[in-house]
């Protein structure tokens, strides 16, 4: 069955560095489009950064310059990279796999100090 793996989160201080990591299985992972997501206590789930099989990539508003999302076909792996963290980014993050249908993993934790 299709697994996705995060990894990566934990506690930084503001203006740090975060590299989230999500590893897929049971999926032709090229073929599909890859996305962070994040949700924090009392708010939806939100899109933090997307990237096509054809390795185009988006961003919301709040992280452009800040994040980066880059994938690796042959280790099966989406990430994130995210420096200047700010308390605001303190969330759960997501990674998502779409195509004709959505899978989702388990969540990790990211939480930035003040």
């Known amino acids: 069955q299709v697994q996705l793996v995060e990894s990566g989160g934990g506690l930084v201080q503001a203006g740090g560095s975060l590299r989230l990591s999500c590893v897929a299985s049971g999926l032709v992972f090229a073929t599909y489009t890859m996305a962070w997501y994040r949700q924090a206590p009392g708010n939806q789930r939100e899109l933090v950064a997307g990237?096509?099989?054809?390795?185009?990539?988006n961003y919301a508003d709040s992280v452009k310059g800040r994040f980066t999302i880059s994938r690796d076909n042959g280790k099966n792996t989406v990430y994130l990279q995210m420096n200047s963290l700010k308390p605001e980014d303190t969330a759960v993050y997501y990674c998502?796999?779409?195509?004709?249908?959505?899978?989702w993993g388990q969540g990790t934790q990211v939480t930035v100090s003040s």
């Open positions: 998502r796999a779409g195509r004709q249908r959505d899978y």
């Open positions: 990237i096509t099989s054809g390795s185009s990539t």
